[in-house]
């Protein structure tokens, strides 16, 4: 058997590895809508509150120190009074970003159709099953 092309130096398999707290991060609904939020460009918390419907503001500080700690957001604080605060992505924000607006791009197209787990019956045009000429009559 071949060698893959590359091993890389962490395997999100492993339980016991450290890109699982990364993965952990990414995989949370409130990082990833702020790291889209954040890759349209530079913004204050009051701005992200607002783009970012439904998050709270302490759930906002949190998981924006949590990225912030990841290295996927930086913080800029100006020498301004009254104080003012920006947040902004990273090298690695900006290597992450384009998968989590075609991930969000995906689930904008398909949440019609997909009903996750226990939120009751699918919607949209599979919701009474498969149709057309293949299906079981």
Known sequence: MKPPFRTPPCDVMNPDCPARALLSLLADKWSLLLIH?????????????????????????????????????????????PPRVEYRLTEHGWSISPVVTALDA?????????????????????????SGPMAPR
Do not use: D, Y
Request: charged letters at 25%; proline letters at 6%.
């Open 37 to 81: 939020a954040l890759s349209e460009g530079p913004a204050r918390t009051g701005a992200l509150r607002r783009r970012v419907g439904g998050i709270s503001e302490k759930m906002l500080v949190q998981t924006l120190r949590r990225l912030e700690t990841a290295q996927i957001v930086s913080r800029h604080a100006f020498n301004e009074v």
């Open 106 to 130: 995906w689930v904008e197209e398909h949440a019609l159709e997909i009903s996750p787990a226990g939120t009751g019956a699918k919607r949209g045009p599979s919701a009474s099953g498969p």
